[in-house]
T-cell receptor
């Protein structure tokens, strides 16, 4: 069965304390892996797409990496405004289906 | 600033009633997606369209849900009859044809 699992479910960090969020996947044929940010009461906001193992993408304090089994979202020196739920999703080759993980709720303390 | 718009933003209805949710995709986008988000299940893909043609609706309960795109500026999601387990936030997203998706603000549906 195709699955996407994100860990941890929730993470509290002090401002400036770098960390990583994990997205592990077991799918039959990955077309692409996506990271989104979702603020309370809003729709997800697209961050990155990764297509092949070894690929990396960066945006401000965020860097996403991809291996054959998982993806990491690294947050460097986070600020309180980085607090949000971060969602990972995969798109499958065989039928274009999109599967989301349950997300990681990130809280950055000032 | 181009955005996906959804109406209504909130809907409270009684079990058995018909519910229609509307989405206006970003002008020029040719893919439209409908999602449902709940605390228990997270975000689930219900259906998606490319160039107004339905490509996949396997995530939808077929007996009560239907999704259509009457024209390029309007996508609709209907539930008839609605049930309490349909209570969720429903998101529409559109995309320019690749994998990037732009989400709307969602419709929060409560079925009593």
């Amino acid at each position: 069965e195709d699955q996407v699992t994100q860990s941890p479910e929730a993470l509290r960090l002090q401002e400036g304390e770098s960390s990583s969020l994990n997205c592990s996947y077991t799918v039959s044929g990955l077309r692409g892996l996506f990271w989104y940010r979702q603020d309370p009461g809003k729709g997800p906001e697209f961050l990155f797409t990764l297509y092949s193992a070894g690929e990396e993408k960066e945006k401000e304090r965020l860097k996403a990496t991809l291996t054959k089994k998982e993806s990491f979202l690294h947050i460097t020196a986070p600020k309180p405004e980085d607090s949000a739920t971060y969602l990972c999703a995969v798109r499958l080759n065989r039928d274009d289906k999109i599967i989301f993980g349950k997300g990681t709720r990130l809280h950055i303390l000032p | 600033d181009a955005r996906v718009t959804q109406t209504p933003r909130h809907k409270v209805t009684e079990m058995g009633q018909e519910v229609t949710m509307r989405c206006q995709p970003i002008l020029g986008h040719n893919t439209v997606f409908w999602y449902r988000q709940t605390m228990m299940q997270g975000l689930e893909l219900l259906a998606y369209f490319r160039n107004r043609a339905p490509l996949d609706d396997s995530g939808m309960p077929k007996d009560r849900f239907s999704a259509e795109m009457p024209d390029a500026t309007l996508a609709t999601l209907k539930i008839q009859p609605s049930e309490p387990r349909d209570s969720a936030v429903y998101f529409c997203a559109s995309g320019p044809g690749g994998d990037e998706q732009f989400f709307g603000p969602g419709t929060r549906l409560t079925v009593l």
